[in-house]
């Protein structure tokens, strides 16, 4: 079984960063796949980013080259950096992945962005 606990969440004013950590219960380099969902009021959930342990990242269109995705192994860590903070990422988000046939999710932390 996985535990995945986030952090970082808060209230900053657009054009603001934040910066979300998830961390693991288990080794974060025993796990392939690690993917950043959010899901807003009244939305479906929607992925935000993803990085596989090869060092392969993904991103949905609408967060490309404002968030950044990453691991610190050494930590079982899995962060997002994001930077200029638009009223539309307002959500709670949620870490997310499978391991040993099994799918988890943590229980989420709230960003909001406002003025």
């Known amino acids: 079984q996985v535990q995945l606990v986030e952090s970082g969440g808060g209230t900053v004013q657009p054009g603001g960063s934040l910066r979300l950590s998830c961390t693991t219960s288990i080794s974060i380099a025993d796990i392939y796949t690690m993917v950043w969902y959010r899901q807003a009021p009244g939305k479906e959930r929607e992925m935000v980013a993803g990085?596989?342990?090869?060092?392969?990242?993904y991103y949905a269109d609408s967060v490309k080259g404002r968030f950044t995705i990453s691991r610190d192994n050494a930590k079982n860590i899995l962060s997002l950096q994001m930077d200029s903070l638009e009223i539309e990422d307002t959500a709670v988000y949620l870490c997310h992945t499978a391991y040993g046939g099994m799918k988890y999710w943590g229980q989420g932390t709230q960003v909001t962005v406002s003025s």
């Open positions: 990085n596989t342990r090869a060092g392969t990242t």
